[in-house]
């Protein structure tokens, strides 16, 4: 019920101040909805008024029982005994400053025992840590390596994707506190003052708190972490893509996801650096979906109800968005957690194809060879129309990759820099009959270093191509004092300058051309030469064709490989792009998919 609801009046213009106070607690709701689905039931406070936040939210959430206690130590060694004969997780809530310090020595004993303890420590607003504010400290990772993990999500934010963040957060730190390895897990969650809503914040009525104790539910509605088995059982119903990322590929995966993908008619997105997008095409395998997504009646009819996601989440922007919102099973041998968009609903460590090879078992999954069909069908009206376009536009990055990827030898490797290169190979990499590694400093995504992650790849016996930016090969000159392991050439992309923030919002913005783009100076081929380099300029297709021969043809293992300095028209390319984008957008065959 509103407050203008209950009081009959016109909506109060609410103080700008509450506004702070409500998305203080709205924040805080979210974060302990996740940390109830994975089971938290029990909240031991010690007072203060920083905390003051968690405390108005715990009291709307009848399934919480809150247990005040004045030391923080005693509270600590509290949720820690009530964690143990009860099952956790059991959140510990303090105000900031040396309150959290005291729970020092039970959380490392929880930590030792292996006791699932969440660990909410109020703080003060980040632009006040190391300046002398008062009963301010560095809380974040207070505990070192007592605590499994340890976040820092910084102050509320009440839009809704945050919300969702923040109680997949929650959730996420409850079920790691739980196990594999069960012990103390760190949220340290800063607020800005007012802390106490004026009002009801538009938020229903408090329900009373439950009486005694509340049930505890362990299990939230599908466990996150899972057994082959379990995950069978349990899938989501509907139909369903399977989305390698990068770092997807694994022993027998390709050959799993053909016998599967194909039978059950799921299809297969292969993300440029899954390992798996180039190479004998697969009855299954969609290559171009970060163009058709661009078509918005196809992004609608191809919307599935579930994802299973192998390998990080996708260079793909587009895809990543287009996902977000769609329940996702994360298989990650590693135990990661990469969820950027918050939608899983479950998560298992295990090998890849095991699990592929798995899923006829699920009785969720019937086969829809026609769900398939459609995706196929798409993805190769995207295929002809990028073909058409190529075919009638001037000499582009297109044209370039695809050309690369015709000559590059069976057995060689390919690394592909952020940020436009990588993009552009998104794009355009869709058809090569051999496969090929493609290596990307992706975890990070940084443009440093790709000179000498390209010379130790070379250097560990597969011999790599680079497929570079303007900026990020001289980001890395000092790279080039490896060049006698740079067995095969580098390409460098000269567009002048980072030509990806044209593409963004900080394009046009006042001195963009010194502030953003930041175009480069010295001549590449002076660079080059002054490292032992050969250096080559091309201008067009043909230019191309005839330096990538040129390098080809050189056999002696003690040449240095040449520098291949590409140079692009920006402007042209990005109109280029763009009306790639208007025609697939417009297509209605892509439409009618
Ligand atoms: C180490 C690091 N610094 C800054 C950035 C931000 N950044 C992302 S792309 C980019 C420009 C890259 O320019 P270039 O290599 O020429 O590629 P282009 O965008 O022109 O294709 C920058 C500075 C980053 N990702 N990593
Ligand atoms: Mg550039």
Request: proline share 9%; glycine share 10%.
């Amino acid at each position: 019920m509103s407050a203008s609801a209950a009081g009959g009046h016109d909506t109060p213009v609410r103080a700008p101040s509450d506004e702070i106070a409500c998305r203080n607690l709205r924040w805080c709701l979210a974060l302990l909805d996740g940390l109830e689905a994975a089971g938290m039931r029990d909240l031991v406070i010690s007072p203060g008024s920083r905390s003051t936040p968690v405390v108005l939210a715990a009291q709307r959430r009848p399934l919480v029982r809150i247990t005040p206690i004045l030391d923080e130590r005693s509270a600590a060694f509290f949720a820690l005994g009530l964690a143990r004969a009860g099952g956790g997780p059991v959140a510990l809530l303090a105000t900031s400053g040396s309150a959290p310090t005291h729970w020092y020595p039970a959380v490392v004993e929880a930590s030792e025992w292996g006791t699932a303890l969440v660990l909410l420590s109020a703080d003060r607003p980040p632009r006040l840590r190391g300046f002398g504010a008062n009963q301010t400290i560095d809380q974040t990772r207070l505990f070192g390596a007592f605590t499994r993990e340890s976040h820092d999500p910084g102050l509320p934010d009440d839009r809704p994707m945050a919300l969702k963040a923040i109680r997949g957060l929650g959730l996420r730190v409850g079920q790691v506190s739980r196990g594999p390895r069960p012990g103390p897990v760190q949220i340290n969650l800063p607020f800005d003052e007012p802390l106490v809503p004026s009002g009801d914040c538009g938020l229903a009525p408090a329900a009373p708190p439950a009486a005694g104790y509340a049930p505890r539910s362990d299990a939230p509605i599908m466990p996150l972490d899972t057994s082959v088995q379990a995950l069978m059982r349990d899938w989501p119903a509907g139909r369903g893509i399977i989305v390698c990322g990068p770092g997807a590929e694994a022993p027998g995966l390709a050959e799993a996801l053909d016998r599967h993908g194909r039978r059950l008619g799921l299809p297969v997105l292969a993300d440029p650096l899954s390992g798996l997008r180039l190479g004998a095409a697969t009855g299954a395998r969609i290559n171009t979906y970060d163009t058709l997504l661009r078509n918005p009646p196809a992004a609608s009819r191809l919307r599935p109800d579930w994802v299973l996601r192998i390998g990080r989440p996708a260079v793909s922007k587009r895809l990543g968005e287009w996902l977000t919102g769609i329940p996702t099973l994360l298989i990650d041998p590693g135990g990661g957690w990469s969820d950027p968009s918050h939608d899983l609903i479950g998560r298992l460590s295990a090998a890849p194809t095991a699990v592929i090879d798995a899923l006829p078992r699920a009785a969720a999954i019937q086969p829809q060879p026609d769900w398939l069909d459609r995706w196929r069908q798409a993805d190769e009206r995207t295929q002809t129309l990028l073909e058409g376009h190529l075919a009638v536009s001037p000499w582009c990055e297109g044209h370039l990759i695809r050309r690369l990827l015709e000559r590059l030898p069976v057995g060689d490797a390919l690394l592909c820099a952020n940020s436009l290169p990588i993009r552009q190979l998104d794009t355009w990499a869709s058809q090569r009959h051999a496969a090929l590694p493609v290596f990307g400093n992706r975890g990070a995504s940084g443009i440093d270093g790709q000179l000498s992650t390209l010379a130790g790849i070379n250097a560990a016996g597969q011999p790599c191509w680079g497929l570079l930016g303007d900026l990020s090969f001289c980001h890395d000159l000092s790279g080039l004092l490896l060049a006698e392991d740079l067995k095969r050439p580098i390409i460098v992309i000269n567009n002048g300058g980072g030509r990806i923030f044209d593409y963004l919002p900080q394009h046009g913005l006042p001195d963009f051309e010194r502030m953003w783009r930041t175009p480069v100076t010295p001549d590449l081929a002076v660079l080059a030469n002054a490292f032992g380099l050969a250096h080559q300029r091309v201008m067009d297709a043909a230019d191309f064709d005839q330096a990538l021969d040129a390098a080809r043809s050189v056999t002696d293992p003690e040449t240095e490989a040449p520098l291949i300095e590409v140079v692009i028209d920006a402007d042209l390319s990005r109109r280029v792009r763009r009306d790639l984008w208007q025609q697939i957008a417009a297509s209605r065959e892509i439409s009618a998919s």
